[in-house]
């Protein structure tokens, strides 16, 4: 175990915003967009709170109550209040950060390239062939390892000169820039037929499995549950932060950024008349989609273009930090390397391990699916258990700065109950498909 004493947030705004930097990110304004447009609209905004409050929630409070509670990264956390027969489900997290974070850090890669592209030559071309040669191969590859060593940089500086401080400075920026791209795109001819795409309400839509199952995998990858980064970061809180408070701020702080980022994305989309390409969800809709649009508006397309992609860049790059920094504090836990040499030697072997998403963007669709399907429902399941029916006193690990709160025993049954079965419903019934899509990739037809 590490010898020095533990690093703490400075303040409670630093560590708010860095919850909020990873959260916010690629999975807010990426794929809750397209998610919401395709399944239901409106009606599937109002799944997605219902799941965000009914299931993500409670388990991010049951994150900030293990890791504060332990004060050590995931694997030791869940060591220390259940014993060693928990240890592989730390293991469990710290592999899914692994994996997450090697394909992230390619879609993170192609959002810097088209903003370096922006910057020298604009959005001309064929989107779609420039997709192709943005997203796959040596220069898909080359963008990512920037990427990662961005990352790599942040977080071998330490919880408060790197994470809190990169935090403190990107994510106002973040906000200015999501509005004020939201108010642009608002004044655009087509807004409201964006308007009436992203939020046409389609209540027979939402009463379908798959839908739930994207509402959900969508509420906590977006929120950053089910594998240990919130975790991760309260294992730097004191204990007289008031974890529900929190937990509604960055809930609700994330909530609002995908919202938003709806209300930018589609204006600009219909401006040109661009909607039936967002109707196939492939994971590279926005970034054909997007460019096109860009294209059409000259040089106003250039400068809105570039700022949005630098937005994303910035989102992805504070989510990004918070999946290293899970592997990170887990490898200076268990070998008691110094912060530095964790970062870069975990950093190279999560860039080598993105190789096959750099590849091939169907690699990554199912790495993606599986992540979502199987490992976050799964791992989250799993945490509502160990703090529903194993830990010995949870109560008293989240009302610790939270006395007056009187609500704690409805939290406790939401997850003993209501979160492991839903979860376990929908993991169930989810395997065939990702089993599926999983063979599909090794199937020659
Ligand atoms: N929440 C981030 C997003 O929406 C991604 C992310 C960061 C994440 N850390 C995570 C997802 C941990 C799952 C688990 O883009």
Known sequence: MATAPREQWSS???????????????GNMWRFSYLTAENGGAAFVLLYIAMTALIGLPVMLAELAIGRGARRSPVQALVHFGGHAWKPLGALFVASGFLILSYYSVIAGWTLRYAVGALLQGFGGVATERFGEVATGWDAFAYHVVFMGMTVAIVASGVRRGIERAALILMPMLFVVVVGIALYASGLEGATDGYRYYLQTDFGRILSFDVLRDATGQAFFSLSLGMGAMLTFASYLSRDHHLPNESLMIGGADFAVAFVAGLMVFPLIFALGLSDAVGESTVGALFITLPTAFAGMGTAGQVVGLVFFLALMVGALTSAISLLEVVVAAAIDAFDWP?????????????LLGVPSAWSTDVLGVIDGVANNL????GALALSVFVGWVMPDPMGEVSAGAEGVRWFFLWRALLRFVVPIVLGVILVLGLPETVASIAGLFATD
């Open 12 to 26: 409670r705004t630093g560590f708010v915003l860095a919850a909020i930097g990873s959260a916010v990110g690629l």
């Open 339 to 351: 912060r530095a040499r964790s970062a870069v030697l975990m950093g190279a072997l999560i860039a």
């Open 375 to 378: 490992l976050l429902i799964g």
